[in-house]
């Protein structure tokens, strides 16, 4: 008899909630947004649907109607009833007994979750510290996918130092970007960040700190960075949906500026509320 | 209020299952192997066991006691009551909202599976084809880990195209192995294959496979072979759990020998049976 066993208890297939047989704890196989409301409003909903359907079609899962998805987060942000909140949300290709190949009519799975986001005040005013890590991922973190063990190693590895993040750097020696973030550098009134490949993911909040930084009469330079430049950078800062742009004032052993967030950087955070409204 | 949503209905965290929040689906934070039987015994159990208490070390998952593994595995085995069977099992860090870095006194979630596994004689008999594909995956492929998302990507394209399996090929050029095998070569009467690295999972198989071919007087060569290589062999073939060794008579578009299981190959195979008694 084709048996399952969850923990030390023997069950049949039939007995589990279906969710024991996604592909998406079986591989990975699924791809996943986070989204933030600011003050009752969800942020760049379009984009982040724009890019989950990008994502979707990158792994080959079909059968999904983003229209829905729009639906179903809006219902759900409503319910909820956070001003401020947290959705996250996945689609897997769907639950099947383990297989590499999939089954062509594989229906599949979606699950969400709405928290309160609650913003740390302190994080913006006096910076994080960073350190680096390196870049272990897979080929193609274009795709947000939930292939995430390098990231959470990292993560991980750099807390338990007493860092925020961990800014990862690849075998040629230069920064992708943060294991959960986009990282940025200022130089002489010129904000850097690396080029869009299919190593780094197309984040939502770098596009809104590009036209932030036009904004704030910046330039904006796509170069590759080594932890070298890093370090010696005017400013540096961290950009995430869930608490858009976070000055970074300390990167491994170095100080960055004075210690304190940077002119530019502040400009950037207060120019940027603008798009939250 | 915290909600959660499955496929359109709206839940509370409370009422879900705890495998909805499991850091396994979210990340691919964990990891599995997989076993066979052979006719009522359980194959290689203690190598599988020493192999996976190295992949919960190597990301750092702790108070799992090897010996209830084994207990659980060996329980569950005898009640599917298969005497060819093939077990499936994995454990992840465990259940908690989501969250990049993990709580420390995390319980993990152990899941398993039997079925009943029916042997492919004429796979055996006629030998299979592979066709190469960029090795997309992180750069730990040594720890058994639930990030798959390549190789399944791999196996499904080879699949589409007619293919039993994906050799998947480095940047550098060369073969490290396949999405879900291990993968090797007789040149005049010498096996080769890549030497263990970062990027090649320490095959159970390939253990067995190398006391094989010292039994039928191979000489064992570790190197990384290019795809040119590989088609021009003498033979080829995969080792995997669950069909030990399987002859490959066709490489991308090459035709291997005179496209039959070779000599060597069938002197392995037999060979590797006397293990299975």
């Given at each position: 008899m084709k048996l399952a066993m969850v923990d030390d208890k023997i069950t049949s297939f039939e007995e589990l909630d279906p969710v024991h047989f996604d592909r998406g704890i079986y591989f990975g196989d699924g791809v996943y947004e986070v989204l933030r409301s600011y003050r009752g409003k969800i942020f760049a909903l379009e984009e982040h649907l724009q890019r989950f359907a990008g994502s979707l079609a990158a792994i080959r899962?079909?059968?999904?109607d983003v229209g829905v998805i729009r639906q179903r987060v809006e219902r759900a942000f409503l319910a909820a009833g956070f001003a401020n909140a947290k959705i996250y949300f996945h689609v897997t290709r769907g639950s099947e007994p383990r297989s590499h190949t999939w089954k062509p009519d594989l229906k599949p799975n979606f699950f969400l979750t709405v928290s309160e986001l609650v913003d740390n005040p302190e994080e913006k005013a006096k910076g994080i510290a960073v350190c680096t890590h390196p870049d272990?991922?897979?080929?193609?973190?274009?795709i947000k996918s939930l292939n995430l063990l390098p990231n959470i190693l990292a993560k991980q590895a750099a807390a338990e130092k007493g860092f925020s993040e961990a800014i990862l750097v690849d075998d040629a020696g230069f920064i992708t970007e943060g294991a959960g973030s986009a990282f940025f550098a200022i130089v002489k009134r010129a904000l850097q960040t690396a080029p869009?490949?299919?190593?780094?993911l197309p984040s939502i909040t770098r596009q809104f700190v590009t036209k932030t930084a036009k904004n704030t009469g910046l330039a904006i330079e796509e170069r590759c960075l080594t932890p070298q430049q890093a370090a010696t950078a005017d400013e540096l800062f961290l950009a995430v949906t869930t608490k858009d742009i976070v000055p970074v004032v300390r990167f491994d052993d170095a100080t960055i500026g004075d210690g304190r967030p940077g002119p530019c950087t502040k400009a950037l955070i207060a120019e940027f509320q603008k798009f939250t409204v």
């Open positions: 899962i079909t059968g999904i272990e991922r897979w080929k193609r973190c274009d869009l490949s299919a190593n780094i």
